[in-house]
């Protein structure tokens, strides 16, 4: 009984031996890639307020301006000028009040529109970009989830 366990081991290592060896020893492919329109891209410092940015995500870029999801301050929404590397405004303001936002994801919905999906406030606004930048910032379109068939 021993004889023929350590037969079937001995076996079970050949096999597994030649079938790795087999494996290494395959022809490579060439997985060179050609990509006809590359950009080169360059960062550069932005200069912001000590401790303005404090857990920024969800990054989105409108022309010469870029937007992040910031909750600090009782806002939302971080605006910074790329052109002038400034950060010149807070926006969207959070809680549980008309027009507000608990908290939630900002996407950019399109060049003119983000659109805040608000979990805790079951919720989703449209907001546009120019009436976050000049005021009032009201949301164009609000969509309760309760209100869905």
């Known amino acids: 009984m021993k004889l023929n366990m350590k037969i079937t081991e001995g076996l079970f290592l050949i096999i597994t031996l030649l079938i790795g060896t087999i494996g290494c020893t395959s022809k490579k492919d060439d997985l060179s890639l050609n990509f006809p329109n590359v950009q080169k891209i360059s960062f550069q ?3 912001v307020p000590e401790n303005s940015l404090l857990n920024p995500y969800d990054f989105m870029l409108f022309d010469s301006l870029a937007m992040l999801r910031d909750k600090s301050d009782g806002k939302l929404l971080s605006i910074i000028d790329l052109n002038k590397n400034k950060l010149i405004k807070r926006s969207l303001s959070t ?3 008309p027009n507000e936002i608990v908290g939630g994801y900002l996407f950019k919905l399109n060049e003119t529109q983000i659109q805040a999906v608000d979990v805790g406030g079951k919720k989703t606004q449209l ?3 120019d009436s ?3 005021g009032p910032e009201l949301p164009v379109k609000t ?3 309760d209100e869905l068939p």
Do not use: A, D
Request: cysteine-free; proline content about 0%; overall charge positive.
């Open 45 to 47: 410092k932005v200069e």
């Open 132 to 134: 976050i930048l000049n």
């Open 143 to 145: 969509i309760y989830y």
């Open 127 to 129: 907001y546009s970009i």
């Open 95 to 97: 809680g549980r009040g």
